[in-house]
C-alpha cells in the first residue's frame, strides 16, 4: 500500500470504535498487529457458563491465533456449576502474556492441578483479584504469592480449614492490597513476614468485631509506607466495639486518603475516633457515609468540624460524604467552616439524585 504505516497506526492509536478496528485489523498486514493490540487493550469480560464455554472453545480452536494478545481477563462465574473452573484454567494457560486477571467463583474450589497450573504459567500476572473457595489459607497464600510480579491483589476468598500456617510472603512489588474474607487468618499470615517496602494502598472489608485488635495491629505494622487506607465494618456490633477501643497513636506519615463504611450509616463518630489515633499530616482527602439525621448526633459532627479544621489537616482539600439528597443542607451546616472552604463534595446513593 502507498499509505503509510505510521500514519494508519496513529489513527488507529486514537480509535475508540471495536468494530472499527476490527476492519483495520483485516485491511492488511501492515495494519493487523496496531488493530489487534488495541482491539484487545480492554479487559475481556466474560460471564456466565455459556460465555465461558465458547470462549474456551475459541481458545481451543487449532486456528486461534488471540492468545498473544489478550492482556487482561476477567471471569465470571455462577454458582451453578462450580466446578467448571477447573476446566478453564489449563486453557488459560495457553495466555502468555495475560498480565491482569480477575476470577469470581465465589462457589469454586481449585483442584490440585489447577493450583501447579497457577504456579507454573501464570508468572507474568501484575494485577489479581480473586473471589473463591480454598481449602486452607496456606492454600491462598501459596498461590497468590507465587506471582513475582504481583503488584496489585483484591483477595475475596474463604476457606474451609486454617490449620496449616501459610509460608509464603507477599512479593516485594506489591504496592495495592484489597482483602476481604477471613481477615483474622489472612492478616495473621501477613503480619508473621516484613511488609512489601512499595505497599502504599490498604482496603480491609467487612470488619467483624473479633478482628478489630489484629486489624489496629496490621495497620500499623504498615504505617510507613501506606499512603491510602480504606475500613468497612460489617455490622453495628463492629463498629461500636471500634468506638469504645482504646487506640495508640499510629504515625502513618505518608497517608493520603483515608474511607471508613460503618453500618450504623453515621460514621462522623467513626471518623473522629480514627482520626484521634492518626498521625496524618499530608492527609488530602476523607470520605464516609450518613444516611440518618444529622441532629441526634450534632457533638460528633462539631468534633469532627474542629478536628479537621485544625493546623494539623492544612493539607486538606476534599471531604466526600455519601448520602441523601434531602440531608445535604443539614450535614452542610453542622460543616460550616468546611462548606465555606470549598471541602465538601456529596456523593447520592445509586439511583438517587
Avoid at 482491539?39 to 466474560?46: C, E, G, M, T
Avoid at 460471564?47 to 487482561?72: K, M, N, R, W
Wanted: glycine share 2%; net charge neutral.
Amino acid at each position: 500500500m502507498n499509505f503509510p504505516a505510521e500514519v494508519a497506526e496513529l489513527i488507529m492509536d486514537r480509535c475508540q470504535h471495536i468494530s472499527t478496528l476490527a476492519s483495520c485489523s483485516l485491511v492488511c498486514r501492515a495494519w493487523h498487529p496496531r488493530a489487534k493490540f488495541w482491539l484487545f487493550a480492554a479487559p475481556i469480560k466474560v460471564v456466565g457458563v455459556p460465555d465461558i464455554e465458547a470462549f474456551v472453545t475459541t481458545l481451543q480452536h487449532p486456528l486461534c491465533t488471540l492468545h498473544p494478545y489478550i492482556h487482561s481477563l476477567s471471569i465470571r462465574q455462577s454458582s451453578s456449576n462450580p466446578s467448571l473452573l477447573n476446566h478453564v484454567i489449563p486453557v488459560l494457560a495457553r495466555l502468555s502474556n495475560l498480565t491482569s486477571l480477575e476470577i469470581v467463583a465465589e462457589n469454586a474450589l481449585l483442584s490440585d492441578e489447577s493450583r501447579t497450573i497457577f504456579r507454573s504459567n501464570f508468572r507474568a500476572i501484575r494485577h489479581l483479584l480473586l473471589r473463591m473457595t480454598f481449602s486452607t489459607c496456606a492454600d491462598a497464600a501459596d498461590l497468590v504469592s507465587s506471582f513475582p510480579l504481583l503488584e496489585s491483589l483484591h483477595l475475596y476468598a474463604r476457606w474451609i480449614g486454617s490449620a496449616s500456617s501459610p509460608a509464603s510472603s507477599l512479593p516485594v512489588g506489591l504496592h495495592t492490597l484489597d482483602i476481604d474474607g477471613f481477615l483474622k487468618d489472612a492478616l495473621g499470615w501477613l503480619l508473621s513476614y516484613p511488609p512489601s517496602p512499595a505497599l502504599s494502598s490498604v482496603q480491609l472489608r467487612e470488619v467483624v468485631a473479633r478482628e478489630l485488635e489484629i486489624v489496629i495491629q496490621y495497620v500499623r505494622f504498615v504505617a510507613a509506607t501506606l499512603k491510602s487506607f480504606k475500613l468497612s465494618f460489617l455490622d453495628v456490633r463492629a463498629e461500636s466495639e471500634f468506638l469504645g477501643s482504646r487506640l495508640d497513636v499510629i504515625r502513618t506519615p505518608e497517608l493520603r486518603v483515608l474511607e471508613i463504611t460503618g453500618r450504623d450509616c453515621n460514621d462522623a463518630a467513626l471518623i473522629v475516633h480514627m482520626l484521634s489515633s492518626l498521625e496524618a499530616p499530608l492527609l488530602e482527602e476523607l470520605s464516609f457515609t450518613n444516611l440518618i439525621s444529622v441532629n441526634p448526633r450534632q457533638f460528633a459532627w462539631a468534633q469532627l468540624e474542629h478536628r479537621l479544621c485544625s493546623p494539623a489537616y492544612v493539607h486538606l482539600r476534599k471531604v466526600t460524604i455519601t448520602t441523601l439528597p434531602h440531608l445535604r443542607p443539614g450535614i452542610r451546616s453542622q460543616l460550616q467552616r468546611l462548606h465555606d472552604r470549598d471541602l465538601l463534595d456529596f456523593v447520592f446513593p445509586q439511583g438517587l439524585r
